[in-house]
């Protein structure tokens, strides 16, 4: 069992910053690739960042220069520091790991998503 819980999300006026936060727990071997997304209203889930373990990121087009992806292994932690926010940034943002875990007397891959959480920037 493999848990994904994020904080750090709210209400922030133009320009503003937050820092999304995703702790992984549960029986983990090694996580892999890192992300977060986000879904607005009416619109598709999309990738704002990912990041592999091997740390190399990559970033939507609409946030490159603003935000950044990082993870800390140690904690099992991936974070999204956004900057210079703006009001197409609102969305509810979700993070994704794929993770090796332990299954009985081997291991298991799998895709986990945390639960959402709001951002809304004021105009």
């Known amino acids: 069992q493999v848990q994904l819980v994020e904080s750090g999300g709210g209400l922030v006026q133009t320009g503003g910053s937050l820092r999304l936060s995703c702790a992984v727990s549960?029986?983990?071997?090694?996580?892999?690739?890192m992300g977060w997304y986000r879904q607005a209203p009416g619109k598709q889930r999309e990738l704002v960042a990912g990041i592999t373990s091997g740390t190399s990121v990559n970033y939507a087009d609409s946030v490159k220069g603003r935000f950044t992806i990082s993870r800390d292994n140690a904690k099992n932690t991936v974070y999204l520091q956004m900057n210079s926010l703006k009001p197409e940034d609102t969305a509810v943002y979700y993070c994704h790991a794929y993770v090796t875990y332990y299954a009985g007397s081997g291991y298991g891959r799998d895709d986990y998503w945390g639960q959402g959480t709001q951002v809304t920037v004021s105009s």
């Open positions: 549960g029986s983990i071997f090694s996580i892999n690739a």
